[in-house]
Structure formats: structure tokens, C-alpha cells
């Protein structure tokens, strides 16, 4: 069975620090991971996902990921924070036990920007 | 080119009574997923359609229906609401293909209170 862990439900930082956002995966089979950014009152918008073309993987906005298997690592960070990144931000793995294109989420992290 | 939208955007209902939300796409998708959010737990399957004509549960699925009435359109029905039915809930299509690395896309969500 697939699943994911966050680490921190709400993580701040200073406008122009680096943002980091841990996530964890397990999986029994090679996955497929997500990161999705949900800004308030609305809908959830994928920032960027591995495929396992390449292990770093650049989204949207500057963020950016890399994919370490030896730690079962997925981690989201943007060098330099702006007051638009503050929104909710959620870890997904693939779930391979259908013919549709389930995933399972992460309980989020609440990303708040200080001035 | 409206993506996935819900309705209603807001409903308040009292224990026992019934409702549907709605849900259409407009990108062709053939899979479509209803879910529930939750502070502090992420966003939870409910039911999902991997194409047309076919349905299946998620992870939450006690208390619902669903219908896939075509390849555009995916109900969520609530029988007899409850309390505990007091959520957020997200409808999202899946791209063409049932690939596990499909990205989801996700409508802006349906506030239910239920008293």
C-alpha cells in the first residue's frame, strides 16, 4: 500500500527565505509523486509531479523537488518566499490499484509568509 | 475552457435531509473523483469513476452515492445527511489515459454544513 507523510502541519517563514516542506512516501512499487498547492477558498492546482524522468523536478512559481529513494524523500522548497506562496500544500502518491488515476494525499502543510 | 466546476458552492442542510452535488468537466477526462476535506486530514476518496458507466468506492464511501451520468457529468448524492457530513467537498478529473502519473484537476469545492 501506498501512502504519504508530512512533516509539520504549518510551517512560516520570512519573505525572501527558503521554503522547505517535507514529505515522506511509502510504496511498494516505483511511485509516482505530486505536489499539489491549494490557495485559500479554492480548489487544489498540481505544482509539479516526478514521473521518473528526471529525480529533481522543477514546477510552478520557482518550486522545485528531488526525489531520493535511499530516504523515501520528496521534498518541496523555493529559494526565496514571496507573500503570494502562503496556501496549503499537500504530498500525493500514485495509488497503482486501478485502472483510474488514484492518489493518495498527505494531511498538508500550511504554508504562512511573514513580512 | 471552464475545467471542472461544482455546484452548489455553498449548502446548509439539517440532519435527514438529502442533497447532490454536481459536477462537470469540460477537457474530455475519463476519470472523475469525488473528495472530502478535512482540517488536519488531507483530502479523502469517496467514490470515483475510472470511465464512463463504471463507479467505484474510495476510501470514505459510507453515506453517499454517486452517479457518472455521462462522460461529462459526476453526482454526489447524500441520502440522509449528518453531522459528521460537515465538510468540504472537491470534485477532479484525471487526464485521458488512467495512467497512475495522470494529474488531477480539481473544481473550487462545495461548502456543507450540516446542523
Known amino acids: 500500500a501506498q501512502s504519504v507523510t508530512q512533516l509539520g502541519s504549518h510551517v512560516s517563514v520570512s519573505e525572501g527565505a527558503l521554503v522547505l516542506l517535507r514529505c515522506n512516501y511509502s510504496?511498494?512499487?516505483?511511485?509516482?509523486l505530486f505536489w499539489y498547492v491549494q490557495y485559500p477558498n479554492q480548489g487544489l492546482q498540481l505544482l509539479l509531479k516526478y514521473t521518473s524522468a528526471a529525480t529533481l523536478v522543477k514546477g510552478i512559481n520557482g518550486f522545485e523537488a528531488e526525489f531520493k529513494k535511499s530516504e523515501t524523500s520528496f521534498h518541496l522548497t523555493k529559494p526565496s518566499a514571496h507573500m503570494s506562496d502562503a496556501a496549503e500544500y499537500f504530498c500525493?502518491?500514485?495509488?497503482?490499484?486501478?485502472?483510474?488515476?488514484?492518489?493518495?494525499f498527505g494531511s498538508g502543510t500550511r504554508l504562512s509568509i511573514r513580512p | 475552457n471552464a475545467g471542472v466546476t461544482q455546484t452548489p458552492k455553498f449548502q446548509v442542510l439539517k440532519t435527514g435531509q438529502s442533497m447532490t452535488l454536481q459536477c462537470a468537466q469540460d477537457m474530455n477526462h475519463n476519470s472523475m473523483y469525488w473528495y472530502r476535506q478535512d482540517p488536519g486530514m488531507g483530502l479523502r476518496l469517496i467514490y470515483y469513476s475510472a470511465s464512463e458507466g463504471t463507479t467505484d468506492k474510495g476510501e470514505v464511501p459510507n453515506g453517499y452515492n454517486v452517479s457518472r451520468l455521462n462522460k461529462r457529468e459526476f453526482s454526489l448524492r447524500l441520502e440522509s445527511a449528518a453531522p459528521s457530513q460537515t465538510s468540504v467537498y472537491f470534485c477532479?478529473?484525471?487526464?485521458?489515459?488512467?495512467?497512475?502519473?495522470?494529474?488531477?484537476?480539481f473544481g473550487p469545492g462545495t461548502r456543507l454544513t450540516v446542523l
Open positions: 477532479a478529473s484525471s487526464e485521458v489515459g488512467g495512467s497512475p502519473s495522470d494529474t488531477q484537476y
Open positions: 510504496s511498494s512499487v516505483p511511485p509516482y
Open positions: 500525493a502518491v500514485s495509488d497503482h490499484s486501478s485502472s483510474a488515476s488514484k492518489i493518495i
